[in-house]
T-cell receptor
């Protein structure tokens, strides 16, 4: 399978715990994006990387959230001290920067904070 | 006001009918426009790109009106497999930066 992969697919945690999600983009893609989607809403942009550089962060990305892409390949999204409002689907997408490029999404990690 | 606005539906349409969705966007600097399809509990997938005057792909036609800042999606001869949520998406830089999504319009095709 050469698509975007995400792990874990589901995560249940208790409020206050830390969680980390991983995204493996399509291998030749140099851009990687994180989005969050809550029930009944469209995905909302969180942050994106070009290679290992984090180029933009949304205001939605509070201090409890951190994302990394240390070698320009896979990326991790960590949420510290989770809150019930963090419950959502976390989607990763990747693309090859160029003219009119398509972002391909992974299957997402569904987080439930109890 | 949301950057991208769509009627959330639901639209319940008989099989074989034609259905149209509209979407408006507020950022006049938007450069690229897309329709994504999302099946229940799945990831969004690109359905069509809309760049200039419109785009047609089989039963699907997307139109862009820059002056009025809206885009539309027309589905002809609808199939049961068209049942999904259709997300209107805009980008300020040809899709190379963040995508801004509407809330989505839920479509159910009825046999």
């Amino acid at each position: 399978d050469t698509g975007v992969s995400q792990n874990p697919r589901h995560k249940i945690t208790k409020r206050g715990q830390n969680v980390t999600f991983r995204c493996d983009p399509i291998s030749e893609h140099n851009r990687l994006y994180w989005y969050r989607q809550t029930l009944g809403q469209g995905p909302e942009f969180l942050t994106y990387f070009q290679n290992e550089a984090q180029l933009e962060k949304s205001r939605l990305l509070s201090d409890r959230f951190s994302a990394e892409r240390p070698k320009g390949s896979f990326s991790t999204l960590e949420i510290q001290r989770t809150e019930q409002g963090d419950s959502a689907m976390y989607l990763c997408a990747s693309s090859w920067v160029g003219l009119q490029e398509t972002q391909y999404f992974g299957p997402g990690t569904r987080l439930l904070v109890l | 006001r949301k950057e991208v606005e769509q009627d959330p539906g639901p639209f319940n349409v008989p099989e074989g009918a034609t259905v149209a969705f509209n979407c408006t966007y507020s950022n006049s600097a938007s450069q690229s426009f897309f329709w994504y399809r999302q099946d229940c509990r799945k990831e969004p997938k690109l359905l069509m790109s809309v760049y200039s005057s419109g785009n047609e792909d089989g039963r699907f036609t997307a139109q862009l009106n820059r002056a009025s800042q809206y885009i539309s999606l027309l589905i002809r001869d609808s199939k049961l497999s068209d049942s999904a949520t259709y997300l209107c998406v805009v980008s300020s830089n040809f899709g190379n930066e963040k995508l801004t999504f509407g809330t989505g319009t839920r479509l159910t095709i009825i046999p």
